[in-house]
């Protein structure tokens, strides 16, 4: 298998799409204030337009909201009731990329969410990762991105006074994205 690093503007132009057998779409929420509870969504569909200027690219991701798992049946079948995404009403969670900026040897994402029909900016910090050919010939894109934010700027706002102070649910979600990209 041949590799080759490239430093991103010498990403190749088009149409790209995440390859789902090397792509996790994740986040993590504290749990009692003491622990990362961690998911992902299993059903997404992606659209990656590259462009020669980087910054003019265009990305779009569409979530299945009932796909969201965590390993736990009954917390996964709460997060997909009307307390959180409302999965039955609102099916999907949508990106849409409005600016791609240059951060240094990173990059930056920002796009409009649509979570529950709330529909807010959210900037994803992006790490090219580098490119690789497969042994079939195929170009993979490989690239991390982050973003933390607060889930009740979706009006996502259920949760569970403790005791002894603090919530059940953090406000704060981290979204971890794994990615790798390959030719539509």
């Known amino acids: 298998m041949t590799t080759q690093t490239r430093t991103a503007p010498d990403i190749a132009t088009g149409s790209w799409v995440l390859d789902e057998a090397h792509t996790k779409i994740g986040f993590q929420a504290k749990h009692l204030m003491v622990t990362k509870v961690r998911g992902h969504f299993e059903e997404y569909v992606s659209k990656v337009e590259i ?28 997060l997909r009731s009307a307390d959180f995404l409302d ?41 090219y990762e580098g490119s690789a050919v497969d042994p ?3 170009e993979h894109i490989g690239f991390s991105a982050r973003a933390v934010m607060s889930r009740e700027d979706w009006d996502l706002t259920w949760n569970a006074a403790l005791e002894g102070g603090g919530w059940l649910v953090s406000k704060d979600v981290v979204l971890d994205i794994e990615g790798q990209l390959v030719r539509a």
């Open 51 to 78: 462009a020669d200027d980087l910054t003019e690219s265009r990305i779009e991701l569409t979530l299945d909201a009932a796909s969201i798992t965590t390993g736990a049946a009954d917390r996964d079948d709460h």
């Open 87 to 127: 999965a039955v009403n609102h099916p999907r969670l949508i990106f849409v990329s409005t600016d791609i900026s240059r951060d240094g040897e990173d990059w930056k994402v920002t796009g409009d969410l649509t979570i529950r029909d709330v529909t807010r900016p959210v900037t994803l910090d992006v790490v």
């Open 136 to 138: 079939w010939g195929n």
